[in-house]
Structure formats: structure tokens, C-alpha cells
């Protein structure tokens, strides 16, 4: 059975309404902190403080929390980060009743917030390739709906339900999030349990995380992955920090309208994400990645221009349909060619990059609007999202890509996987067509040992997998 044929497991199902009603209660609190933290302070630098609390996690223990994944059961780990976060929102939601909510709090908690976050998106990325047996074209299609739903929840239907709440009652959208977060982990406990990968050799926790790290850095199209959102998350971050401010001061947007500008945004991601197997099919996963940060980097600029709340709601969802596609196509790759002894190192090591990149965004925001103008954080932003497309374009280019994913196939699904029991899936071709009578003639002749046109070690896998010591494993 081919891969477009093969239907998503049960199990995914249960994952995908999971995070579905999670998002929800992320787009509740994404739209009701910043307009909370507005009401306590209007101090640019404050605001900074707030939005990069919960992303120290990452900077702190974000490799060793992968390492930790990879010895942990993953779905245990998903559901008690979840309930652990339900209970954690009780305290602002309290502390915004009685009247006592400060910056010094809501920072404190959204680190907390983030150090659950660090586990369960670990813990999840690492889950689904075990659910979806490796398949690169399941993982596509499974990450664009999780991806859609979750822009379709956090960014579409949260914000203006984040809004009209936080008109009733400060608390209510802390308690709504809590909620979602308490109904995500009943519905992870539910799913089927995946066998661990084979333990390796007794290590230290310092020394499996040091070799999940070094697996990273060592190979430049992972490398690549992971600057890519790194980068963005500087730009992302910075226009973040003031955009509530700057669609007060500069756009006259009141409570409500705000919400509505970041649902412009998310109609945008929820188109990219839709298309994206589309793109990676029609231009290839590098080429498409390379696109889409110039998408990005292109609106951002039209943010920062935009004379109107209508240009700036259009310059949005263009920007969030680039970061739609963007956030299927790379985890996905992703997914399909690390190992699953090293899938939470490498997942954790790639959002740990992205996310210490966050800080740094948040606070470049917060000090250009501070030394210069509320508009020029976003035109910075939008200049380093156009700069980082032709430093990451050769890292992961097509060629780059193709290569990897030869190599990971005879490795996708391992003799001990419960997958080797079914039908193996077809092999990856980036086209997205099943490859031709050529291709497959060339494959029975390498099965048999018959040397065909351009057979060999050097065309069979790319001369970078003899550094990791397992020819064919990336």
C-alpha cells in the first residue's frame, strides 16, 4: 500500500483533537496576556520581560529536557505536561480575582508555562513519527493538520473569544486555557502506547544530551533546520513584543480589533499550512522552505508600512500563510530522517535554538521602539527575515534534501519497529509521484547486486553519512 493510500492511524485522531483544544486556550491567552499586561504597564521594556519569560525554559534546559525525553515514556511525559500546566493557571487566574496581579507574577508564570511547553512539544514531536511508522508522506500530511488546526484554533476562533473574555473578567481567559490544557491531557492518556527505542549504552544525562546537540551541528541540513526558525524567531518576537502597542498607537485599533488582526493572521497560516505538501511537491521541500522566508520577511516589511488596519490585517496573513507552510515542511523533514533513539535530542536541540533565539527578538523590540520609533522593530524584523533566506537557502536545498531521505529510508523502519509487521512504505521522492519504470528497474538491479547507471556508495547515499559512523543513518 503506497503512502498518499495509507490512512492515519486511530490514535492520531485522538492526538490531533488533543492539541486542537489546546490551541484553543493558547489563542485565548495569546490575545488576553498581552492586552492583561497592557493593563498593568505600558512600559515597552516590562512588556519584553513578560513575552521572553516563557521562552528561558528552552535557553536553560532545553537540550537536557530532550535527553530526558528520550529516556521517559513520551506519552506519560505529554499528559503530565499538560495537567501540570492546567493546575499552574489557577495562580494568576486567583491572583487576577483578588486584585494582586503584577508583571512580576505573569513573567514568573509563563516560564513555568514554557518549562511545561519544553516537555510536551518535545515529548510530541518525538511521539508522532512512532505513531506514523517514519512515513514521510503520513508525517506531511499529519503535521499540516495539526498545524492547521492549531492556527485555525490559536489564531482564528482564540484571539476574539481572548478578547470578549478578558472584557467580562481578567480571569476568565487564564481559567478557559486551564481548561483546555486539563482536557488535552485526559485525551494523551488515551493514546496508544509506543515501545521506547532500544536503550544504548549507560551514559550520563550530560553526555546523551551533549551527543543529540553534536548530532545537530554536525550535519548541515538539520543545521539548517534549525536556523531557520531561530532567525525568524528574532524577527517574530521583536514585531510581538509591540504589536499591541503599535495597533493601539499607529493603527487606532481598540480591544477588540486586536484580536481580529491576529485572526487575519491566522487565515493565512491556515491557508499555508493546507498548501504546503502542495508547494514541497511542486518546487521541492528546500526550494519551498527558501520561498517562504522571503514570503515572510516581504510582509513583515508591509507591516511596518502599512498606513491602515486593512493593509496591515492583509501583510499579516500573508506573512502567517509563509509561516504555515513553513512549520509542515520542516518538521516533517525533520522527522523523516533523524533516528528515534535521537529524536528528542535532535527535536529539543532545534527548538532550543529557536527559542533562545526569542529573548533576543523580544528585547531588540522592546529597545528599538524605546531608542527610535514603534515601527522600526518591524522593519528590522522584516530586514533579517530577507537576509536569513540566502544564508539558509544552500543548507537546505533540494539536493540537500533528496539525499537525506535515501539515506534515512533503509533505516526508517528497523526489524524491531512495530511498523516492520505491515507493508513497508514506498520509498521518499520528492516529487511526490511514485518514481518511474527507470527507477525501478535501477532498484532491482541494486537488489540483485547488478551494477545500473551511476550505482554505488557514492550514488546510493551522500558522502557526509560516513561521519556518524552508521553509513545511511542521518
Not at 493557571?89 to 512580576?104: C, F, G, H, R
Not at 486551564?178 to 532500544?198: D, E, G, I, Q
Not at 493572521?265 to 519551498?288: F, K, Q, V, Y
Request: proline share 7%; aromatic share 6%; glycine share 10%.
Amino acid at each position: 500500500m503506497t503512502s498518499a493510500a495509507r490512512k492515519l492511524p486511530t490514535g492520531f485522531g485522538r492526538l490531533w483533537t488533543a492539541q486542537t483544544v489546546s490551541s484553543l486556550g493558547d489563542g485565548v491567552s495569546h490575545a488576553a496576556l498581552p492586552l492583561l499586561a497592557l493593563t498593568l504597564t505600558r512600559e515597552p521594556m516590562a512588556l519584553a520581560v513578560v513575552t521572553a519569560a516563557g521562552t528561558l525554559p528552552w535557553l536553560l534546559f532545553g537540550v537536557l529536557g530532550g535527553a530526558l525525553v528520550d529516556r521517559w515514556d513520551r506519552r506519560r511525559t505529554m499528559w503530565v505536561a499538560d495537567a501540570a500546566r492546567a493546575v499552574l493557571l489557577a495562580i494568576p487566574a486567583a491572583a487576577a480575582v483578588l486584585d494582586v496581579l503584577s508583571v512580576p507574577l505573569l513573567a514568573a508564570v509563563a516560564f513555568l508555562l514554557g518549562l511545561g511547553g519544553l516537555f510536551f512539544d518535545t515529548a510530541a514531536t518525538a511521539y508522532l513519527p512512532d505513531l506514523l511508522r517514519r512515513d514521510p508522506a503520513l508525517l506531511e500530511r499529519a503535521n499540516s493538520r495539526l498545524r492547521g488546526a492549531q492556527t485555525a484554533m490559536s489564531g482564528f476562533a482564540g484571539p476574539p473569544a481572548g478578547s470578549a473574555l478578558l472584557a467580562l473578567g481578567r480571569a476568565l481567559p487564564l481559567l478557559a486555557d486551564a481548561v483546555s490544557f486539563m482536557v488535552s491531557a485526559l485525551l494523551v492518556r488515551t493514546l496508544p502506547a509506543m515501545p521506547r527505542p532500544a536503550p544504548e549504552v549507560r551514559e550520563s544525562l550530560l553526555r546523551q544530551a551533549r551527543a543529540g546537540a553534536s548530532y545537530v551541528f554536525r550535519d548541515r541540513l538539520l543545521l539548517g533546520l534549525a536556523l531557520r526558525p531561530a532567525v525568524g524567531n528574532v524577527a517574530f518576537l521583536a514585531v510581538e513584543t509591540v504589536l499591541a502597542l503599535f495597533a493601539h498607537e499607529r493603527l487606532g485599533i481598540d480591544t477588540f480589533g486586536f484580536g481580529l488582526l491576529l485572526t487575519a493572521e491566522a487565515t493565512g497560516g491556515l491557508l499555508g499550512a493546507a498548501i504546503a505538501s502542495h508547494l514541497g511537491r511542486r518546487l521541492g521541500t528546500g526550494t519551498a522552505l527558501t520561498c517562504t522566508a522571503a514570503v515572510e520577511g516581504l510582509a513583515i516589511l508591509g507591516l511596518a508600512a502599512a498606513p491602515n488596519p486593512y493593509v496591515a490585517g492583509l501583510a499579516l496573513a500573508v506573512c502567517g500563510a509563509g509561516m504555515g507552510a513553513t512549520m509542515v515542511l520542516g518538521p516533517s523533514l525533520r522527522q523523516a530522517i533523524v533516528p528515534a533513539r535521537l529524536m528528542g535530542r535532535v527535536a529539543s536541540t532545534s527548538r532550543m535554538l529557536a527559542m533562545c533565539a526569542a529573548p533576543v527578538g523580544a528585547f531588540l523590540g522592546g529597545w528599538l521602539a524605546t531608542a527610535y520609533d514603534i515601527r522600526t522593530p518591524l522593519y528590522a524584523a522584516g530586514l533579517l527575515l530577507l537576509a536569513m533566506t540566502a544564508v539558509t537557502a544552500s543548507m537546505t536545498g533540494n539536493r540537500r534534501v533528496e539525499a537525506a531521505l535515501r539515506a534515512a529510508a533503509p533505516a526508517a523502519v528497523g526489524p524491531d519497529h512495530p511498523a516492520s509487521k505491515d507493508p513497508a512504505p514506498d520509498p521518499p521522492h520528492h516529487s511526490g509521484h511514485a518514481p518511474g519504470w527507470r527507477c525501478r528497474l535501477r532498484a532491482g538491479r541494486q537488489r540483485r547486486g547488478v551494477p545500473g547507471r551511476g550505482a554505488g556508495p557514492a550514488a546510493d547515499r551522500p558522502r557526509r553519512s560516513s561521519r556518524h559512523g552508521r553509513p545511511g543513518t542521518r
